[in-house]
């Protein structure tokens, strides 16, 4: 039971940061998403999140990168 508790006291404070974050970036309220501990993670979802929600053409996609 103890660690339900702290995965669900990890989850809660996960959409406290992503709410506060939404409002700071003047974001749709309801928006959602997740905190990531590795850039790997976070770097493919950016990835996604670019190809599926920009104009960026299909074929052009193997241009996508990621600098760290």
Do not use: P
């Amino acid at each position: 039971m103890a660690l339900t508790k702290k995965v669900m006291a990890g989850n809660a404070m996960e959409k406290v940061v992503i709410s506060y974050l939404a409002e700071e970036f003047s974001y749709n309220e309801g928006v959602t998403g997740f905190v990531a501990s590795e850039g790997s993670m976070g770097d493919l979802t950016a990835l996604v999140k670019a190809c599926t929600s920009s104009e960026i053409e299909e074929k052009d996609f193997h241009r996508l990168a990621v600098n760290h």
